[in-house]
């Protein structure tokens, strides 16, 4: 059932800050378990059309029997591209739900969670051919540091990533035990979980190529979105937080925003929530996902 495959975080908050229109043209680009999906389709007319997104062939067991819906099972790093192969040059508004399901986090194979040991996979589309193994097994130690440092904010990283290096040396990993096993002397004490999570986090970031396809999606947003059209984006830590931020207020990922010969601000989006949107208490209770979440909005100027 969908509802154990993924509880739909801050549901309201997202499918209200799409503002929909009942004749509109909406995209749910992480589709996941549909929950935020359906939501959007309550909100649509007969005339209306949803077209939902996701890379993971898993999450296409949730689709709904609806005409209305167009499901795209590919990656929406080539949003603009998918749009225009089914017919669609100009939408309404985009929902970005970003990160990994509850359903993949809970299929110990996938090698996505700490809690079970499984394969070192961590690919989201199970297509793609770079698996944490071997980023593990073939990164030099530098790149590894790199990782560990920006993408899991791991204090120790330097050391991490050496001893990662000398520990294949002796023997691959293969597995998530293999790896807790070569990293277990540099956690620090009492702080297990949030250490492996960060290496964790740094390890899928690179498989999926979270940042890359972040940025290339959000500039996509800009040509595809009609005037007016809205772009709402749910992320889960300051590294996805970032560049959501950066760019519905400028329209780029570092410095200030262009201006033109006169001084007037050239950027596509104005922000509609200067402050992001959290979860209520009561979200977090039950569900303890919703923690993390940040929820930014922005409408095409
Ligand atoms: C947090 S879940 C979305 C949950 C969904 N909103 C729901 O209510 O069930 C993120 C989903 O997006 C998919 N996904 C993540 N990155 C993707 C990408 N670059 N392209 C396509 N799908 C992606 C994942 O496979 C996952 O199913």
């Known amino acids: 059932m969908a509802n154990n495959y993924h509880v739909p975080v801050m549901l309201k908050e997202c499918v209200d800050g799409l503002n929909i229109k009942p004749d509109g043209v909406y995209v749910d680009v992480t589709f996941g378990g549909g929950g935020h999906s359906k939501e959007i389709l309550k909100h649509l007319g007969p005339k209306g059309t949803l077209i939902a997104f996701d890379q993971d062939p898993d999450a296409q ?59 070192l996979d961590m690919r989201m589309d199970q297509h793609g051919k770079l698996t944490a193994t071997e980023v593990l097994n073939t990164y030099s130690e530098d790149k590894l540091h790199k990782i560990f440092g920006i993408y899991g904010e791991v204090k120790n990283a330097k050391s991490l990533a050496r001893s990662i290096v000398t520990a294949r040396l002796d023997k691959p990993f293969t597995d998530i035990n293999s790896l807790k096993a070569a990293v277990a002397s540099y956690i620090p004490k009492g702080k297990e979980n949030k250490y492996l999570a960060q290496v964790f986090q ?99 100027i």
């Open 61 to 119: 067991k949730n689709i709904p029997d609806d005409k209305r819906l167009v499901f795209i099972d590919q990656n929406f790093g080539f949003l603009k591209n998918n749009l225009r192969l089914k017919g669609f040059k100009q939408v309404d508004g985009i929902l970005a739900d970003l990160g990994v399901s509850s359903h993949q986090f809970d299929v110990p194979e996938r090698g996505f969670s700490i809690r079970y040991n499984g394969d």
């Open 202 to 300: 740094a390890l899928r970031i690179e498989v999926n190529a979270e940042i890359q396809v972040l940025e290339n999606f959000l500039q996509q947003t800009a040509d595809v979105l009609v005037a007016g059209g809205r772009l709402v984006v749910m992320s889960y830590h300051s590294l996805e937080d970032r560049p959501v931020k950066n760019f519905m207020a400028k329209g780029k990922f570092q410095g200030e925003v262009d201006k033109d010969f006169f001084g007037n601000q050239q950027k596509p989006f104005n922000v509609v929530t200067r402050k992001a949107i959290v979860a209520s208490d009561e979200e977090i209770v039950q569900n303890n996902r919703a923690r993390s979440a940040k929820l930014r909005i922005a409408e095409k």
